[in-house]
């Protein structure tokens, strides 16, 4: 029984690496996958997330299938950073709208610079986003 369930183990780790390295090349096969009982908030050796690498990729597709998966929103990488944080980073506008409407957390900080998602986008120079987190922050 054990030997059962560490071949599980291994297979699906195996489904999750399989996702990591393939994210939005085949949105057909990622769709069967992501189908099967997977762990969504599984994450790679460096933090990252299915969905915060499906931001950085700008898999929209897959962002909404892993949201609706229950896929944590204010997740955390290895450098604090966040699905909220990498869509600044990314200047993924549309993706950090689709954020902050499921409740992602402004407020949460990466553990290097101390950067919430407004200072990372002001210190890249984006001032749509800034001024969209700005008046979201406004009101907490």
Not at 66 to 94: E, H, M, S
């Amino acid at each position: 029984m054990q030997k059962m369930e560490a071949t599980m183990n291994e297979k699906d780790k195996q489904t999750e690496q399989y996702l990591f390295n393939n994210m939005g090349k085949n949105l057909k096969s990622f769709k069967t996958i992501i189908n099967n009982p997977i762990d969504v908030n599984s994450s790679d050796s460096d933090g990252r997330t299915l969905l915060m690498i499906a931001i950085a990729n700008n898999c929209e597709e897959v962002i909404d299938i892993l949201i609706r998966k229950k896929a944590a929103i204010d997740a955390r990488d290895a450098d604090g950073w966040t699905p909220l944080i990498y869509a600044v980073q990314f200047n993924r506008c549309k993706i950090v709208k689709l954020l902050l409407k499921k409740g992602a957390d402004i407020t949460l900080r990466d553990y290097h610079w101390n950067y919430d998602a407004y200072h990372w986008a002001k210190h890249n120079k984006n001032s749509k986003i800034a001024s969209l987190l700005s008046k979201i922050g406004s009101q907490c």
